[in-house]
């Protein structure tokens, strides 16, 4: 639709560039007028604005001169015509839009809001569409949102700092919201807002400075993340154990397809959630994938875990394995 009424534009330009060319040869060559004379014929003509002839027409000028008129008042009302056709096609379709991406938001529960699609934003929303994770996008960038726009991501035009757009991303529904702003005091807002908002949510943030971190804690974030920081350690790192990181760095959490390490909650393993030991289970001998963590209810995380260790409802698993071997475990245990 925006391309056909975009031609119909280039189109109408066309015939009143053509209509003004005709008018000009035309008075220059059956009125003799100069030039200029000719141009200025031919404007107030198209125009109709009724002002004075530069000089008398004679017959053939005057039935030129009413050719001019009727081609000029039609090409005109075309020209607006499309023109106001495009104007309001274009809000409309904007309007269109933004409320078809409301009534998908509103449908969201327990959904995720990333507010910020910079570097660390993109990233987040890479990883939430890798695991199949709804989201919703809040930034300020008409431009960004254009850029980015497709099927898979739901963008929220507007300021995350203001309540009015956090209540339209459904954070009153959401289970986490992720905080990628660049500036501290903006993240800070947002995580004090969304803790007013949702007492029950999950906050991540990320912060700059050091001494952004303890103040967006206070705020409420749950869990505040310094990239800088992780990056720098991550390089020292390669330098002291190498080959350690770079098997850490093996074990992708990327896509379903090169998954090696997952999170599993006990309820999404057993229906009847009654007590069971990791031996009882036996996933080892069942699908190949070996449990190297355990959080216990009360949230504490247990590395490799005994075999006699009590899995609680409630309670989490990490497991290691191939992408075959965790496909077998999603199979074995009906997990999606």
Not at 108 to 122: S, T
Not at 129 to 147: H, M, T, W
Not at 236 to 252: M, R, T
């Amino acid at each position: 639709m925006h391309k056909i009424l975009t031609k119909k534009i280039y189109l109408a330009f066309v015939l009143l560039v053509t209509v003004l060319i005709i008018g000009v040869l035309g008075f220059r060559f059956f009125s003799n007028y100069s030039w200029v004379d000719a141009l200025y014929m031919t404007v107030i003509t198209v125009s109709t604005v009724g002002f004075g002839e530069v000089a008398p027409l004679d017959q053939a000028s005057k039935l030129f001169t009413v050719f001019m008129i009727i081609t000029s008042v039609v090409i005109f009302a075309y020209s607006v015509s499309v023109i106001t056709e495009y104007i309001f096609s274009k809000t409309n379709s904007e309007e269109f839009k933004r409320k078809k991406t409301q009534k998908m938001i509103d449908k969201l529960e327990q959904h995720i809001i990333i507010v910020g699609y910079g570097r660390n934003g993109k990233q987040a929303a890479d990883k939430l569409l890798a695991y199949g994770k709804p989201f919703v996008v809040i930034d300020n960038s008409k431009e960004l949102i254009q850029r980015y726009s497709s099927d898979d991501l739901l963008f929220l035009e507007g300021n995350a700092t203001e309540d009015e757009t956090l209540v339209e991303a459904g954070i009153k529904k959401a289970s986490c919201v992720i905080c990628t702003l660049p500036e501290d005091a903006d993240n800070l807002f947002i995580v004090l807002s969304s803790r007013q908002l949702n007492k029950g949510l999950k906050i991540i943030s990320r912060a700059s400075q050091d001494t952004s971190y303890k103040k967006l804690r206070l705020a409420g974030a749950d869990n505040v993340i310094m990239p800088d920081r992780i990056g720098g350690d991550h390089m020292a790192s390669l330098v002291v154990v190498p080959d350690l990181i770079e098997f850490l760095d093996n074990l992708s959490l990327v896509g379903k397809g090169s998954i090696n390490i997952e999170e599993i909650s006990f309820e999404d393993m057993f229906e009847n959630t009654h007590e069971r030991t990791i031996r009882d289970i036996d996933m080892r001998s069942k699908t190949g994938c070996t449990i190297i963590g355990y959080k216990t209810v009360e949230g504490e995380y247990i590395v490799n875990p005994e075999a006699d260790t009590v899995l609680k409802p409630n309670s989490k698993i990490v497991v290691l394995g191939r992408p075959e071997q965790i496909q077998s475990l999603n199979i074995e245990f009906g997990l999606t």
